[in-house]
């Protein structure tokens, strides 16, 4: 017993006819193939269904496993009210599940439920699994924010949970594709989806679950994609184990993309350990960067390391290049964890009496004090990748025309509220957007006019 196979669907509301009423059938080959998967599902009879929503409730930092005996759902938001849904959820899988993940050091579990209600990427699947099998108990789990390789880990807790329990299980992995495909679909075109749409479903096709945690964060986001936490999820269920993939079928008619993939289970196969490869690739990855860290980074690593372990913000050690300890300037420390950002902060000018000073100062509040995460712990500090920006002097300027994404920083002003935003960032491409992040950093309105000020930093890496 364990993991008996999983699949990739998507969720389109359209494919339930009282929904379509007839325009299901512009994306006939998604319901061939829904059809041909949930009809697996029958053959496989599980007791249990775990399956993984986008839009089941999301957090930054937390996965939410849905808590309760069961819930309820309808399409009445899609104007399909009369066609209902109700399941039992497996409250000892929940159980068991929570408790491996609490082992794991992974943030799941229950709390934080704010909508029992079912929602479509969890209704639209199982719509077609009733048709073939009802006898199961539902797991239903959300996404979060956090990096890839921690929705794999999340996977691999779901297998071991299958296996202590010696539950007959499903994986279902609910996830559109890109929603930026056409000009004139819900998002508009980008470049990235349709790149996006050929390159996951090659993967998937091929069952090349390694490859899914090396999908960068800005090109999933230009892509607009919506199901690649929920795939990975899956892929690390299947984590070890010998697979027939299977390509079902693939359109995206309306602008966006949907994928069905079948994976059924026929043993082990250590070999298929893409999380241990993944981590031992990023390991070796990391060493050689650290061996190029210059003298601003290897001080705010040591400050980091140091005030993570011990609690001791370090001395101004010595032998540092001199215009460490003579120059004065801003400072940002940035930090981040398996691609993803962990921490940044900094000063726009100099408040400490030297570079040095500053970096230490930035470092402990970028680690410890950034609101948007929590502090780090003592097992991520071998994992963290940092960078350091020294700003230059800011210069007054009167129209965006005069700024550059990758050359400079600007600094956005309105009254008492300002916001910064660094150059040269991953997916900040135009002047536009890095003025509205900087607004939206400052707390000031989208068309609130406001002051503007450059300024040129250096990045030690």
Not at 106 to 117: D, H, I, S, W, Y
Not at 177 to 182: F, I, T, V
Request: charged share 30%.
């Amino acid at each position: 017993m364990g993991i008996a196979g999983a699949f990739m669907v998507p969720h389109p509301p359209l494919i339930v006819p009282e929904v379509g009423k007839g325009e299901e059938g512009k994306i006939q080959a998604t319901i061939d193939a829904y059809h041909k998967a949930a009809g697996r599902i029958g053959e496989l009879m599980p007791e249990t269904i775990v399956l993984i929503s986008p839009h089941q409730i999301m957090y930054a930092d937390y996965f939410h496993i849905s808590p309760g005996r069961g819930a309820k759902g309808d399409f009445g938001q899609f104007r399909a009210g009369k066609v209902k849904m109700e399941v039992s959820y497996d409250t000892q899988f929940v159980e068991k599940l929570c408790a491996l993940a609490d082992r794991k050091r992974l943030p799941a579990g229950t709390l934080g439920e704010r909508e029992k209600k079912l929602d479509h990427g969890t209704m639209v699947p199982l719509f077609f699994v009733e048709q073939y099998w009802k006898e199961y108990q539902l797991v239903r789990i959300g996404l979060s924010g956090l990096p890839l390789i921690k929705h794999y880990e999340l996977g691999q807790c779901i297998q071991r949970a299958a296996e202590e329990l010696g539950r007959r299980t499903v994986l279902i992995g609910s996830g559109d594709l890109s929603h930026r495909l056409k000009e004139d679909g819900p998002y508009g075109y980008q470049e990235e989806g349709p790149l996006y749409d050929s390159r996951i479903m090659d993967v998937m096709g091929r069952g090349a679950f390694g490859e899914l945690l090396e999908f960068p964060e800005d090109f999933c986001e230009k892509a607009g994609e919506c199901g690649h936490r929920s795939f990975t999820i899956m892929a690390g269920a299947l984590d070890k184990m010998q697979l027939i993939p299977e390509r079902l079928s693939y359109e995206g008619p309306f602008g966006v993309g949907y994928g069905i993939c079948s994976y059924m289970v026929q043993g082990g196969n250590p070999e298929r350990n893409f999380g241990e490869q993944y981590e031992e690739k990023n390991r070796r990855r990391l060493e050689k960067q650290r061996e190029k860290e210059d003298a601003y980074v290897r001080l705010a690593r040591k400050t980091i390391e140091e005030y993570i372990r011990k609690g001791q913000k370090i001395e101004v050690p010595k032998e540092l290049p001199e215009e460490m300890y003579s120059g004065k300037a801003g400072v940002f420390v940035s930090i981040k964890e398996d691609g993803k950002l962990r921490g940044c902060i900094g000063t726009i000018q100099a408040v400490q009496a030297s570079i040095a000073e500053e970096i230490i100062e930035n470092a402990i509040s970028a680690s410890t004090r950034d609101s948007r995460f929590s502090p780090i712990e003592p097992d991520e500090l071998d994992r963290l990748v940092i960078s350091v920006d020294v700003l230059g002097s800011m210069e007054p300027i009167d129209s965006p025309e005069e700024l550059d994404v990758v050359k400079y920083g600007v600094v956005v002003t309105k009254g008492y509220k300002r916001g910064l935003l660094l150059p040269n960032l991953e997916g900040v491409d135009t002047v536009e957007e890095q003025i509205g992040i900087a607004k939206r950093k400052a707390g000031i309105g989208e068309e609130e006019k406001v002051r503007l000020e450059r300024f040129e930093v250096v990045r030690h890496y």
